[in-house]
């Protein structure tokens, strides 16, 4: 990821959590030449104004996509840039012990999402809503409640999960991890991110809440034309068009 600073600021104005792994993210070193190509685009946009722009690349520079605000990096990797070769499934080396406390989280989650439980999934999410899924709404797309994704032979029963990994924000109160699910009936593997926040348990400690669960398809040089986004009270598919130039994001939801 390279960062092309619009005010002068630097890496280390930007809060990059402290142990977020990997050389992911790089500084612009002409990064004149790169803000004043992107603001010549950005005036061309109708109300682009502070939202700042991304534009992903290939392997031979080529254009993958572009949009305005900031993408969801998953499904920016899913649609337009799938891996070109198999991909490791080890999980990131070094965890802490606050990462396996989020791990076992996510274990929990997909045991209920295996196993049908509906209580424990309940328990598991937090109780807020998210923009992701309202997005999909807000376009016509059908919210199927977790009673209906835990029911016999619509759950995912036997599906496994690989690759993982965790970062934890700074302060310990909010989480990501990624992992690669492997479903048991289907080719293929699927890139799942999950969102964590800390709650009040009944204990009067904290304990990690999902907030929010995202999955979209993620197989060697096969762009997915699907997303799934899931929050407290479900799930809602999301389809991109068939049109090469179109949004990244898959903003047109799945209707039944």
């Known amino acids: 990821f390279l960062a092309v600073s619009s005010d002068g600021s630097v890496r280390s104005d930007w809060n990059v959590p402290e142990n977020a792994r990997g050389g992911w993210l790089w500084e612009a070193q002409n990064s004149q030449d790169w803000r004043e190509y992107l603001e010549e685009i950005l005036a061309t946009k109708k109300n682009a104004i502070g939202k700042g722009a991304w534009l992903s690349l290939n392997k031979k520079g080529r254009s993958r996509g572009s949009g ?3 993408p969801r990096y998953d499904e920016l990797l899913g649609s337009r840039l799938p891996p070109t070769q198999d991909i490791s499934r080890e999980d990131s080396p070094n965890f802490t012990d606050l990462d396996q406390s989020v791990l076992a989280a996510q ?14 999934m309940k328990n598991i999410f937090s109780a807020q809503d998210t923009e992701d899924v309202e997005e999909f709404l807000s376009l016509g797309g059908r919210l199927d409640p977790w009673q209906s994704q835990l029911r016999d032979g619509a759950r995912p029963e036997g599906m496994s999960i690989s690759s993982r990994d965790v970062l934890v924000l700074d302060g310990g109160e909010e989480a990501w991890s990624t992992c690669l699910e492997s479903p048991a009936v289907s080719p293929g593997t699927l890139l799942a991110t999950q969102q964590w926040v800390k709650s009040d348990d009944k204990e009067g400690g904290r304990e990690w809440k999902l907030r929010a669960h995202r999955t979209i ?7 997915a034309m699907a997303t799934l986004r899931c929050d407290q009270r479900g799930c809602v598919a999301g389809i991109r068009e ?12 799945a209707r039944r």
């Not at 398809?217 to 762009?223: E, I, K, R, T, Y």
């Not at 068939?242 to 939801?253: A, F, N, R, S």
């Open 68 to 70: 305005l605000g900031a």
């Open 107 to 120: 274990t929990a989650f997909y045991g209920a999402l295996t196993g049908g439980d509906l209580e424990t």
């Open 217 to 223: 398809p993620f197989s060697v040089n096969a762009g």
């Open 242 to 253: 068939l049109d090469k130039q179109g949004p990244l994001d898959m903003p047109d939801p």
